[in-house]
């Protein structure tokens, strides 16, 4: 996972870092809206996203990446604040271990999983 705008698509036909990308406020750090999969689109957008790359609509377009809030099941993510509230962690419940983190303001983000590869299939019955 990404926050929105930290990737983009190129001409090449090709997924770079933004480097004109200067973080997401505070405020938007903390919506799921603002948070992207860097993965092929699977969720309930998917042919939404296929559509924009069919038309060629990609290149330089923020939303030709899934969001993590489309993603089911429904509330399989939480985001943190830090102590100080520059800083969202998003957590994944249906992968335990999958984290991403973001410092507002910056363009310091990353993604990282730490688990044991076994999918939590009772959150559906948890939530």
Known sequence: MVPKGKLK???????????????LSKE??????????????????????EDIF????AVYNSDCL????????KKSWSIQKDTTGTVATLK??????????????????????MGDGIRNDNLPFMV
């Open 92 to 113: 994944s419940h249906l992968w335990p271990g999958l984290y991403a983190y973001h410092r507002c303001n910056t363009n310091f983000s990353g993604c990282l999983y």
């Open 54 to 57: 069919a038309r060629g609509e």
């Open 28 to 49: 938007d750090s903390f919506k799921f809206e603002n948070w992207q999969f860097t993965r092929k689109a699977q969720g309930v957008k998917k042919s939404e996203i």
């Open 9 to 23: 698509y190129t001409p090449a036909q090709k997924f770079e870092t933004n480097e004109a990308f200067c973080g």
């Open 66 to 73: 899934e969001s993590v809030a489309h993603e089911l099941p």
